[in-house]
């Protein structure tokens, strides 16, 4: 009796499976009187949306009239797998305007950074906070400057020095250049091994 239970139990799992509808899908259903859902994307979104490899299974597509169409052909790109990055090791890019980006393995360890420019959150503040990287960047073109979003403002730092007096002398180069706000902010920095 356990056994024929267990085996029912199997079979109605695999229709459920077997007739699972993708995110679009659900979405879009109809309900009695709840209006209808039209979706327009194309079929890279919707294969990111409904995730058809995820059960192993491609399904096709549907284009933007509802017709299904044949799933795309992989052109050579492949997508990152987040397990494989957090393996490497770590990189660091620094770019200047005349040289290639050049890449070598760092690790992080606790140090110092001079803030050049701390703005807010708008358009304009990434836009100023990028300006002043450009800039330190023409000044300094061996020093890494860094630009990031750190809720809820844009951050402009410059350097990974080891000790106070190494950015000490940076922060008196910047504020000579006319960023008179800049400060030493100390946390993790990136270093070469």
Known sequence: MRRIISIFILCVGMVTHANAQTFTDRVQKKAEGKGTVTIHQSTDI?????????????QPAKSNDGKKTEPSKDNGTQTKNPTTAQQTPLKSEVTDANTQPTTTATRKITGYRVQAFAGGNSRKDRQMAEQARNN?????????VYVHFYSPRWICRVGNFRTYEEAHQMMVRLQNMGYKQASIVKGKISVAY
């Open 136 to 144: 330190i960047r023409a000044q300094f073109p061996n020093i890494a």
């Open 46 to 58: 919707d294969q990111l949306v409904n995730d058809p490899t995820a059960t192993g299974v491609q």
